[in-house]
């Protein structure tokens, strides 16, 4: 098969870390067959999907429905299994039947999973630290949030901006912080999703200095669009966390360019057009397709001289490449890696259009954008998936999972303390304490 790449670019395939596939459980919102379409018609050879279907993803029964389901994937997938309570006691045993990962919700959100108690999240990262394996933790304080909410509700707010207002910036900070602290005191890796605010830079930043594997995505909606934006597009700009004020986008750009951020995500939260578009601003689901846009709106932005087209490989493929245990196999384009790859036309112009979305919820507030930069083929260890713009439609079922080649590198061995050792080992703990009294 050939295609002719004359003044085209070829491109690693992107890698998402963030999408909602819906199946099971919505498949009037998104089906695997239709999502994985929309993402090899964005240039995307590699997605993670999150948990919070129906049922949600932290059975073993639950997990084995979503493999059946992704036998339909155009693309390779990754699956991240759901940490809370109710799986804190069997992650291993999701583990051993094919998650890749963790998704964690410390805050409230589509599907209305109750956010892990910080025991739970403590007890989870002390599993999986010493596994390697790196969990995904959308956080934003429930706390915070459920009582801004009230409080707006109460006052018969229903415009836009509530919304936003019930969802501050602080609620953020907070629960990313106290992720972090956990994790840096159990030596677990973590994962931010959805990175929106700029304040939070800062503990990021700090926390990365000091060793911590942490790694952050943000997605175009954070870098791209503001309140302004929400005055105009009402619900169906309406996601979580909310887009911000004006004053976030820059150091957002600025964090990628530093490291401090280190991928891009789409968050691919697909809800069907009735639901975002219902006049009362609490009633509209959050969340919005996004996997077959980003490429063509980050290219537009590389055309614009904001970034160069080597960190934009960074972001979508080398960064999560090697937080999800791919690197050298996924997210470059060299001997021995998989033939991932997009090759993109940096030259051709167009309007983004809610129309010709793959996506089963054909409703984007980026419908109407203009923009300059399309993959044009995709292909999917070796095989296209797109070519010539248009989606190879007998490649369903050709995507697989990654946790065949998955590997994490080794974790950092972390000194186990007094107190941990009291719990593992109470004897060596007694000495320890013993030898201390005599000193
Ligand atoms: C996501 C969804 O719809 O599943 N919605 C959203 O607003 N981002 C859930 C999530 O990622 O928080
Ligand atoms: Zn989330
Ligand atoms: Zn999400």
């Given at each position: 098969?050939?295609?002719?790449?004359?003044?085209?670019?070829?491109?690693?395939?992107?890698?998402?870390?963030?999408?909602?596939?819906?199946?099971?459980?919505?498949?009037?919102?998104?089906t695997?067959?239709?999502?994985?379409a929309?993402?090899?018609?964005?240039?995307?050879?590699?997605?993670?999907?999150?948990?919070?279907?129906?049922?949600?993803?932290?059975?073993?029964?639950a997990?084995?429905?979503?493999?059946?389901?992704?036998?339909?994937?155009?693309v390779?997938f990754?699956?991240?299994?759901?940490?809370?309570?109710?799986?804190?006691?069997?992650?291993?045993?999701?583990?051993?039947?094919?998650?890749?990962?963790?998704?964690?919700?410390?805050?409230?959100?589509?599907?209305?999973?109750p956010?892990?108690?910080?025991?739970?999240?403590?007890?989870?990262?002390?599993?999986?630290?010493?596994?390697?394996?790196?969990?995904?933790?959308?956080?934003?304080?429930?706390?915070?949030?459920?009582?801004?909410?009230?409080?707006?509700?109460?006052?018969?707010?229903?415009?836009?901006?509530?919304?936003?207002?019930?969802?501050?910036?602080?609620?953020?900070?907070?629960?990313?912080?106290?992720?972090?602290?956990?994790?840096?005191?159990?030596?677990?890796?973590?994962?931010?999703?959805?990175h929106?605010?700029?304040?939070?830079?800062?503990?990021l930043?700090?926390?990365?200095?000091?060793?911590?594997?942490?790694?952050?995505?943000?997605?175009?909606?954070?870098?791209?669009?503001?309140?302004?934006?929400m005055?105009r597009?009402?619900?169906?700009?309406?996601?979580?966390?909310?887009?911000?004020e004006?004053?976030?986008?820059?150091?957002?750009?600025?964090?990628?360019m530093?490291?401090?951020?280190?991928?891009?995500?789409?968050?691919?939260?697909?809800?069907?057009?009735?639901?975002?578009?219902r006049?009362?601003?609490?009633?509209?689901?959050?969340?919005?397709p996004g996997?077959?846009?980003?490429?063509?709106?980050?290219?537009?932005?590389?055309?614009?001289?904001?970034?160069?087209?080597?960190?934009?490989?960074?972001?979508?493929?080398?960064?999560?490449?090697?937080?999800?245990?791919?690197?050298?196999?996924?997210?470059?384009?060299?001997?021995?890696?998989?033939?991932?790859?997009a090759i993109v036309?940096?030259?051709r112009r167009?309007?983004?259009?809610e129309?010709r979305?793959?996506?089963?919820?054909?409703?984007?507030?980026?419908?109407?954008?203009?923009?300059?930069?399309?993959?044009?083929?995709?292909?999917?260890?070796?095989?296209?998936?797109?070519?010539?713009?248009?989606?190879?439609e007998?490649?369903?079922?050709?995507?697989?999972?990654?946790?065949?080649?998955?590997?994490?590198?080794?974790?950092?061995?972390?000194h186990?303390?007094?107190?941990?050792?009291?719990?593992?080992?109470?004897?060596?703990?007694?000495?320890?304490?013993?030898?201390?009294?005599?000193?």
């Amino acid at each position: 098969e050939e295609v002719n790449a004359d003044g085209l670019y070829v491109l690693p395939g992107a890698i998402d870390s963030h999408v909602h596939f819906r199946d099971p459980g919505y498949p009037h919102k998104e089906t695997w067959k239709s999502g994985s379409a929309a993402a090899a018609c964005g240039g995307v050879t590699t997605v993670f999907d999150m948990p919070n279907t129906s049922p949600p993803t932290g059975t073993v029964e639950a997990l084995q429905m979503k493999l059946k389901a992704a036998e339909s994937s155009y693309v390779d997938f990754g699956i991240h299994a759901l940490f809370g309570d109710d799986t804190v006691d069997h992650l291993e045993a999701l583990l051993e039947a094919g998650a890749t990962s963790f998704k964690a919700f410390v805050g409230n959100t589509f599907g209305n999973l109750p956010a892990p108690t910080d025991g739970c999240l403590l007890e989870g990262f002390e599993k999986l630290a010493p596994l390697g394996i790196r969990t995904t933790v959308h956080a934003e304080n429930s706390s915070i949030m459920a009582r801004r909410t009230s409080h707006l509700k109460d006052s018969g707010r229903t415009d836009p901006l509530a919304h936003l207002a019930a969802r501050p910036a602080v609620a953020e900070i907070e629960a990313i912080g106290r992720v972090l602290t956990l994790a840096e005191w159990t030596g677990a890796r973590v994962h931010i999703a959805h990175h929106s605010a700029a304040d939070s830079l800062y503990v990021l930043r700090d926390a990365k200095r000091r060793g911590v594997d942490v790694t952050v995505e943000t997605c175009p909606q954070y870098m791209l669009l503001n309140t302004g934006d929400m005055l105009r597009l009402g619900g169906v700009l309406r996601v979580n966390p909310p887009v911000r004020e004006a004053r976030h986008n820059q150091p957002l750009w600025d964090a990628m360019m530093e490291g401090v951020i280190d991928m891009i995500a789409t968050d691919h939260a697909p809800h069907a057009p009735e639901e975002k578009t219902r006049p009362n601003i609490w009633e509209c689901d959050c969340g919005f397709p996004g996997v077959e846009t980003q490429m063509p709106l980050m290219l537009t932005e590389i055309n614009r001289g904001r970034a160069t087209i080597m960190d934009y490989v960074r972001w979508s493929a080398e960064a999560p490449a090697k937080a999800w245990g791919l690197w050298g196999v996924k997210g470059i384009v060299a001997p021995g890696a998989h033939a991932d790859i997009a090759i993109v036309d940096m030259d051709r112009r167009g309007v983004l259009s809610e129309n010709r979305l793959r996506s089963i919820s054909r409703i984007s507030p980026w419908h109407g954008r203009t923009v300059q930069g399309y993959p044009l083929h995709t292909i999917v260890r070796g095989r296209f998936v797109m070519r010539d713009g248009e989606l190879v439609e007998n490649a369903a079922g050709w995507g697989k999972s990654v946790k065949g080649v998955q590997r994490m590198p080794e974790p950092k061995v972390r000194h186990a303390d007094t107190f941990v050792k009291a719990i593992t080992d109470p004897e060596a703990a007694a000495r320890e304490a013993a030898a201390a009294a005599e000193e």
